[in-house]
Structures are given as C-alpha cells and as structure tokens.
C-alpha cells in the first residue's frame, strides 16, 4: 500500500500547488459552486425520497392485500340470552350452566415448554439437559390425584409471541399472522373476551406480572391490588417472578378482606432464562425449581371453591427464542388443579399424562370455553374453542351421567359457535355451508346419548375451525397484485434512470422530477371519476383510486422522461462487463428466493457470489498494466477472498438447516450465551482495527490530523471498552464474581461503560467527521532558485492530496462501527470488524482495476458488492431471516427499561447493523482516490447518485422478488417459516437503505464537500 501511495503522492505534489494557488486566484466563482453544489445536493436527495415513498406506498398496496386480520364482531354474549336464542333458565349458581368454582388463580409461566414438565425419557441417547426434571410437582399431581389435576400439552397457534398468545387464550379466537407486527405496540382488545364478561358480572379482577396485559385489557383490572413490571427486559430472570411471588401469596392469604375474584399471575423469568442463557442452562434449571416451590405452595393456599390453572403461552426453541411455528415454539404446558374431586378421565388409559407434546393435545382456543363455564360466565362471543372434556368429567372412565354434562356443556359451545358463524357471515355478505347446517340436525337428533353428541362435535368442530382457517387466510389479489406492480414499475424507473444517467446532475434530474409531478397529476385526474362516484377510503386505495394512478403515473413519467432525453440525445452506452456481472449477482440470487431451500442457505449462497468476485477481480488485477496495481489488486482480491471465509466461521444456524449445520455464535447449539475463549474477540479487534485504518489511510499519506485523533485514539479507546463491557456481562452471566460483586452492580457497571462507548461514538465521532479538516499536511519549503538572483522559491507540498475527498468521508465510518459494535455479541464483533476490512479492501480493487464508477465508466459492481457484503454479514452477526434471531437484549445495552425512541433505534442497529455500515460506505466507491476536478465535488454528484443508486438496485431487487415470491407462494406450506419472514426482512432492509443514502450517504458527501471546499476555495 505504502508504495502505490507514494508514488501518487509525489505525483500529487506539484499539481496540489497548482490548484491551490488557482484557488487562491478564483474566491470570486467559491460562492457560485458552493450554490451549485447545494443545488445538486438537493436534487439528488428529493430524488431519492421520492424514491423511499414509492416503496412505501408499493408495500402498503401490497400487505392490504397480503397481511389480512378477520373482522371483529362487537356482539357481546349474555347471561341472560343462551346462545340459541331463548332466555337463559333460572340457574341459582349459574349462568348458562352450573358454577363448578367461584373463584379462579391463573398462572402464565411464560415459555413453559411441555417437556419442561414431564419426565425425561430414559431410553433417550442424548443426555439429561438443564430443562429436565426440575419442575416434576405438576406431573406427580396428575398422575397421584387425577381427580383433582390434569396435564396437558397446550398447542399454542403461530405466531407464538406473548401479546398474540393472550389475545387467543382470553378470546378463543384464531390469531392472523399480521398481528405479529403489534407485539410491541399493542392495542386493547376490542373482541369479546373472558375478562369483558368477568367485568360485566362484577367479578374483581387483579392482575401481576408481565404489563402485557394492561395494553390490551385497559381498566379491567383492580387498581389497589394489581402490580404490573415491564416485560421486555430479557435481560432481568427475577425482577418480575420476585414481584408476583411477593404480591400473591399475601392475597390468598387474606382473601375474605380483599375481595377478589380471580387473578391472573404472569411469570416471565424461564422466558427470559431462554432468551438470556437458553433452555440447557443452569439458570433455567434455576427458574423451574422456583416455579416447582411456588406452584406446590398455591395448591396449600387455595380453598376448594377456587380453581388453580398453570399454563404457558408458548414454548421456546433450541436457543431460548420464539415467535415462530417450529414444534419446540408452539408446544406450551396447560395443567388445572382443585382442592376437590371436580375433574375426571375419558377413560382408563388417560389416566397418565401424555410423555410427548404429540399425544392427546389440547389446542389453546378451547381454554377460554372452559374457563367461562367453570366460573359461571357466558362463553365469549367470538370464541372457537371447545370445551375441555376432563374439566367437566368426574370420574375414571367417564359414566354416562358424566358423559351427559360434557354433551350439555358441547352443546351450549356448539349454539354460541353457530351463532358466531351466522353473525360472521352475514357481515362478511357470505353464505353459510349447508353441509354444516345439516351436521347441526345431526347433532340434535343425537342429543339423548351424550357420548355421540361428544363424539359428533369434535368432527364438527374440527371442521368448522379448519374452514375459518382456510377463510381467514384468503387474499385480495388485487390489491396485491397492484403493490407488486407499482414495486416493480419502481424498480424499472430505478434500473433505467442509473444506466441512462449523464455526468450532468442537474440536467438529468430537472426534467426527471418535471415529468413526475405531471405523472402525478394525470393519475390524479384518471381516479377523480372513480373517487367522485365512490368517495370512500377503500376507493382511495383501490386498483384504480387515487394513490395507485398517481403513483403509478409519477413512475411513468419518470421513465419517459429518460427514455425521449436518451433517444433524442442518443446517447444510450452499452453497458460494461462489470455492469452485467452485478446484474447476474442481483437477479440470480433475487431468482432463488422462489426456494424456500434457496432461502434457508442464503448465507451460504451468499459466500459463494463474494468469493466468484474475488476470483473475477484477482484475474483482472493479473492484467493490469502498472505493476503496482497489478500486485496490490492481486493482494487486496486475495484478502477479500480469505476474509470472507473467514467470516463464514460465524454461524447461527436457523432450525431447517439441522442438523447439517453446526452454530459456532454462541457456546452451544443450545445456548445464548458466549462461550469464554470468544471474549478474546472484541480485545483483538481493538488493537487490529485501528492498527488496518491506519494502514490504509498511511498508503495515501492521509494519516494526519483528526484521522490520527479520531481513529488512533477516540476509535481505539472505544473498542477496548467495548471489550471491557463484554467481559463484565460475561461475569455477569457466569456469576464469576457473585462473591465479590453483586449483578446490579455488575449491571451499573456495563451500562456506564456502554454509555461512555456512545459517547465516544455518537457526539464525539459525529462531531468530529461534521467539523475536521481534511486529512491532508500542507507544508511550504523554501527551494534555492535556478536564477541569477539566488532568492529562494516556496514549494508547497501537499501530503494526503492523492485521496482527500476519500480519507476526509472515511471518518464517518468507524463512528457507525463503534455504535454497532458495541451491540454484538463477541462473535458479532468478529464479523462486523471483517466487513469494515472488506470495505477497505473493495475500495482498493476498485482502484487498481479502474473500475470505480466514474462519469464515463459506470461499473455498478462497487456498490453491488458493497450490498452483498451488507446482507452476507447480517447472516454472520447472529442473524438469519426469521423472528426468532432478534437478539433484544441489545435494547438493553446502555439502557435499564424500555425508552423511545432509543431502545428501537438499538434494536435497527443490531440488527441491521452490517447493512447499515455498507450503506455508509456508498460514496466512497467513488470518492476513494479520486482525482480531484477544478469543480471540486460538485463534478461528482451524477456519479455519487448513480453508485447510490445501483446500491439501492440490490435491495430493491431482492424486496420486489420476496414480495413476488410471498404472494405466489401464500399457500405454500412454508410461507409463515421461510417466505413470509424473508419477505418482512427485506422490506424492513429496504426502508433502512432508503433512509441511510438519503441522511448518511447524501448528507455525509455535501459534508466532505464543503471541508475540503474551505480549505481549497472550490
């Protein structure tokens, strides 16, 4: 590197003096570029935020198509109407049918896998984990006393995230996959559920644990006696089970005094076990034997007329994490218990709990159904759950006495479903299967033998839920087609505006931005018919309402308004070799995501397409004419090469990929966790990383100025506690110094530390890149003159001159590497300083083989490669493209509770942290090394849009293909496991990308301009 530099630098050395002492000769024309400058800084950037509402509104078109929820009816059911229709009888201590319990103690142990439950299997080869055996005193109960206790597996319905698991556990209703997107946001309930009724009939209801539940029941819950705590914090195992244990027992105690009727206890510390250390680890072996001792001393608490109900809104997979719809996810835990003989068995062979989450489940829905006879209330109106039969059976095997309650109960459900659907369908301007209504006098006629009436419901309600999951699951093609449509016609104009561009910024964008706003209008005037005759919101978005025409008419004007300018001024190129390889890298990989065996390896694929360019690059060094650039485009492909396998050694497997695949990111398959020797990691990187920057920016002489304070030892001093921090939490988590120290102070600690790092990272490195000086040594030697005369003769010399727009950008980026960096696990940390040398070593390729885009060459390869570096090492940063890989706990680095808008903006960076960096990166495709113009940066601008530009090609690609894919592909069995989740990465990706080039890219540029403009008067 060093001897490349300097021989640019001494080429540099007497045109820098040139240019200087013709700058000092032009002050008068500085104000007019400073204008044009600007001007151009403007358009570009409008063009690129018409750009992000085009995707915008692409997307919105179409998930109101594709992302479908089910109509909520407002119907409430009633104590005083049967669901028949006829008044409800005279029942002295009933309400449709006779109280079993007066009062009720429900407990949530959020995550609470099946198999945390029963015992371990002792014929299995693998050995005992951490999970097993710890919580045996539900099990013992059912199997001692199965008149008093059941245990069953509770099939919990995908997406298995907490907020959507209580909406079906109160309501009994079938969940739509788009209520995954309010997880964190959620509204209150607006359906018919348990505790609307419980509150209709006065019940007192209180409520502990997980605040969950105070977003979607607000005001339902006893003000006096209820205390909820923050449920986000993965981080914290007891703050939350400590608070209900504390609050319970004191109300069971007491509870003639206080009143209250039932309780709802949510526990989250074996949820945040696994997502802390996940399953096989001590702390969850920890978790269990504490809920084991809580749970044995409820049942010695409650009288015989309250009804005790343990269950766990979803399970947890491999690592600790949920969200999705693997086996391991959805398998959750469901025992009741009472003081008295109340509950029985089907038969003698049920007498055992099931060993195995696949035999005899019981699906969620029909908790609420249950719930609401034992306890006197009105089945919710919208419930599609039917009655748990051992709730209602009293002996082993059922008598037929037992068998006809049962009946009653399924009948009572049976009514309320029927007139659900009727409801359902009469708004949804439907009509009702006959076949149904047949099976309905079916189930009349067999109504005097109570064990066909069983039987008969359970075929009908397997039916009737099937056929709501199948309606709840259609789409609106039309709208969906119609945001395909728009997402593709962007990305046409966005295609054919990059590779018609001229050098001429301001000339190309006037005339594009003109026929937009012209496009607008005349879709605007094509949707004033429609909208004049049907002035509605749904007309608004329709095929052809308002937002689809004019959005629609601005992409056409766009792409006509390039298309004449380039025939009339013909000046259509061919475009290059590395053009076309980026196009066979964009639309090859965008072609895979119809596989969902494509998508699951996409990290593989991924490794394969950097290393063909590093193999395509390296033979292009060999031809080189300069025999430096022949050697150092031969070392930097090289590297580029190695560092990518190197990167591959960073892995977290996603479930489909087992057991071929092998996790290296965390200690263990099964853990959440670092392993030790992996906090080496961050201490190498931050001695490495400066020590590399440095060496690139020495090979141009540009280590000068506040590179050498900001990267030298603002930078450095950053990673090193960074470092620091990680071992902290390591010592935290592995209670290293539980003697010494305890973990809130441990925990004080680390966050000072994290927030010291942001401190470096954000008002210092920030700060530095907006106010330095360009890193360049200018220094005047007088030389003794050639005349008669003797005078000395000033020399300026410029060092630093041969990349002074390049070096002066580069400090943005490690101030995003500290932000991000910070927030990654260890083997995070790895690959993230791997993508930052991947950085440097591009932008070293690009110039040994002249292939940087430049006003008369325009390879997109640069930008390209830099997004496929984004995506590569989102894979290797711990992530893949399902909801289960968020790692949360990063909200929580600096932070001790939940803060908008920060703890969202930490878990962007998290997770998207490589994209984001690459993104930064952009402009230094074109600004590294770059041979300065008398115009200065201004001379520059078409080609920063167009390296933009070809980055957003990528992105934009691959969210077009997903989209078209999800939406081909909705009945596929893997759409809510593999497409639908890849389909809502590179959306959010895309919205990122958006965002970065318009404030960081664009932003960052008029930045560097404007330096090195006060310095040298351009």
């Known amino acids: 590197m060093s001897d490349e530099g300097s021989s640019k630098e001494l080429s540099a050395t007497t045109h820098g003096s040139d240019v200087i002492t013709e700058g000092l000769k032009n002050r ?61 009888p005279d029942i002295s201590d009933g309400c449709w049918h006779p109280r079993t319990f007066k009062k009720a103690v429900v ?32 099990y013992d109960t059912a199997v001692a006393h199965p008149e008093k206790a059941f245990l069953f597996p509770f099939i919990a319905d995908p997406p298995t995230s907490t907020l959507q698991r209580l909406k079906g556990l109160t309501a009994g209703n079938l969940p739509t996959f788009i209520d995954i997107g309010s997880n964190f946001a959620g509204q209150a309930t607006e359906e018919d559920n348990i505790l609307v ?100 001393r409820l049942t010695k608490e409650i009288d015989d007329e309250t009804l005790l109900v343990v269950m766990g809104d979803h399970g947890m997979d491999s690592k600790g994490d949920h969200g999705g719809e693997s086996d391991d996810e959805v398998e959750a835990t469901l025992w009741m218990y009472s003081n008295g003989p109340r509950f029985g068995r089907l038969s003698k062979d049920d007498i055992r709990p099931p060993a195995t989450a696949k035999e005899r489940p019981v699906q969620q829905i029909d908790l609420v159904s249950t719930l609401s006879l034992l306890l006197c209330l009105p089945v919710p109106f919208n419930n599609l759950g039917k009655p748990i039969a051992e709730a209602f059976v009293r002996n082993t095997p059922a008598t037929r006495r037992d068998q006809e309650n049962l009946a009653q109960v399924n009948l009572l459900v049976f009514e309320q479903m029927r007139r659900y659907q009727s409801k359902y369908a009469e708004a949804r301007e439907f009509t009702e299967d006959d076949s149904i209504s047949a099976f309905r006098d079916q189930l009349k006629s067999t109504s005097a033998q109570g064990e066909d009436v069983n039987t008969n419901f359970s075929k009908w309600h397997a039916r009737t839920v099937a056929m709501y999951r199948q309606l709840w699951a259609n789409f609106d093609l039309q709208d969906m087609a119609t945001g395909v449509s728009i997402l593709l016609l962007g990305l046409a104009a966005l295609l054919i505006i990059a590779e018609l561009a001229t050098a001429e910024c301001e000339k190309d964008l006037l005339p594009t931005l003109r026929y937009t706003v012209i496009g607008t209008a005349a879709g605007v005037i094509a949707a004033i018919p429609g909208l004049v005759l049907n002035p509605t919101s749904a007309q608004i978005t329709s095929t052809t309402g308002l937002l689809p025409l004019a959005t629609g008419g601005s992409l056409v004007g766009a792409i006509a ?56 690059t390296l033979l292009s060094s060999l031809r080189q004419v300069s025999g430096s650039d022949r050697v150092l485009g031969v070392y930097h492909s090289g590297l580029f090469m190695v560092l990518t396998r190197a990167a591959s050694f960073s892995r977290l497997c996603r479930e489909e990929q087992m057991p071929g695949c092998r996790s290296t990111f965390y200690a263990s398959q099964t853990s959440s966790t670092s392993a030790p020797w992996q906090l080496l990691i961050p201490s190498i990187i931050s001695f490495l990383l400066p020590e590399i920057i440095k060496a690139f920016y020495k090979g141009t002489a540009s280590y000068v100025g506040s590179a050498g304070f900001w990267v030298g030892l603002c930078f450095r001093g950053g ?23 305890s973990s809130s102070t441990l925990k004080t600690i680390s966050i000072t530390i994290a927030r010291c790092v942001f401190a470096i990272a954000v008002p210092i490195g920030f700060s530095t890149f907006v106010w330095a000086k360009p890193c360049v040594d200018i220094s005047i030697i007088d030389l003794p003159s050639p005349t008669a005369s003797g005078e000395a003769k000033p020399q300026i010399t410029v060092l630093g001159y041969a990349n002074m727009f390049g070096s002066r950008y580069f400090l943005l980026i490690p101030a995003f590497v ?21 950085i440097l070593c591009l932008l070293e390729i690009l110039d040994t083989n002249g292939i940087a885009i430049t006003g008369i060459a325009r390879p997109f390869i640069g930008p390209v490669v830099l997004a496929m570096l984004g995506s590569y090492h989102f894979f290797k940063t711990g992530h893949q493209a399902v909801l289960s890989s968020i790692q949360w706990n990063a909200a929580f680095v600096p932070l001790r509770t939940i803060r908008y808008p920060w703890s969202p903006i930490l878990i962007i960076l998290n997770n998207f942290g490589p994209q984001i960096l690459c993104a930064a990166a952009v402009p230094l495709t074109v600004l590294w090394k770059r041979p300065i113009s008398k115009e200065g940066l201004r001379g520059y601008w078409s080609d920063i849009m167009q390296a933009c530009m070809a980055h957003l090609l990528y992105y934009a690609t691959i969210q077009a293909a997903t989209t078209m894919w999800a939406g081909h592909l909705r009945r596929h069995l893997m759409l809510y496991r593999v497409f639908m989740p890849r389909f809502l990465m590179a959306s959010g990706v895309l919205f990122v990308i958006d965002l970065m080039l318009i404030v960081v890219a664009l932003g960052g540029t008029r930045v560097t301009g404007s330096s090195v403009a006060e310095i040298f008067g351009y």
């Open 818 to 838: 500290l932000s991000i960096i910070l927030l990654l696990p260890p083997m995070g940390q790895y690959s993230l300083a791997i993508c930052a040398w991947q």
């Open 197 to 296: 009724q419980l509150k209709r009939q006065g019940k007192r209801i209180v409520h502990l644990g997980d605040d969950t539940w105070h977003s979607l029941f607000p005001g339902y819950f006893d003000q006096n006696l209820t205390h909820a705590y923050d449920s986000f914090n993965v981080w914290d195992l007891h703050t939350v089970d400590n608070g209900v244990i504390e609050h319970i027992f004191p109300l069971l105690n007491d509870q003639v005094s206080l009143g209250w009727d039932i309780i709802f206890g949510h526990f989250l510390g074996v949820d945040h076990a696994g997502h802390r250390y996940g399953p096989d680890h001590p702390a969850m072996a920890e978790k269990l034997r504490q809920m084991n001792d809580v749970l044995e």
């Open 28 to 88: 008068t024309n500085t104000r007019h570029r400073a204008i044009a400058f600007k001007v151009s800084h403007v358009l570009v950037s409008l063009f690129f935020i018409w750009l992000f509402f085009i995707h915008i509104i692409g997307l919105f078109l179409f998930t109101k198509g594709f992302l479908l929820t089910r109509l909520v009816l407002e119907d409430r059911s009633s104590c005083d109407i049967l669901p028949n229709g006829l008044p409800s």
């Open 719 to 741: 990673l090193m506690l960074t470092a620091l921090y990680w071992i902290i939490d390591a010592a935290d988590n592995g209670d290293w110094l539980a003697e010494t120290f």
């Open 561 to 616: 308004s390039k298309v004449i300018k380039s025939v009339n001024t013909r000046s259509i190129t061919r475009p290059s070799a590395w053009t076309w390889l980026a196009l066979f890298f964009t639309i090859s990989q965008a072609a895979g995501f119809a596989s969902n065996s494509y998508t699951i390896h996409e990290d593989t694929i991924l490794t394969f397409l950097l290393g063909t360019f590093s193999v395509f």
């Open 107 to 138: 407990i949530i142990v959020d995550a609470l896998r099946y198999d945390f439950t029963v015992p371990a299997q002792k014929d299995s080869a693998s050995p005992p984990k951490y999970y097993h055996d710890n919580l045996p005193f539900l």
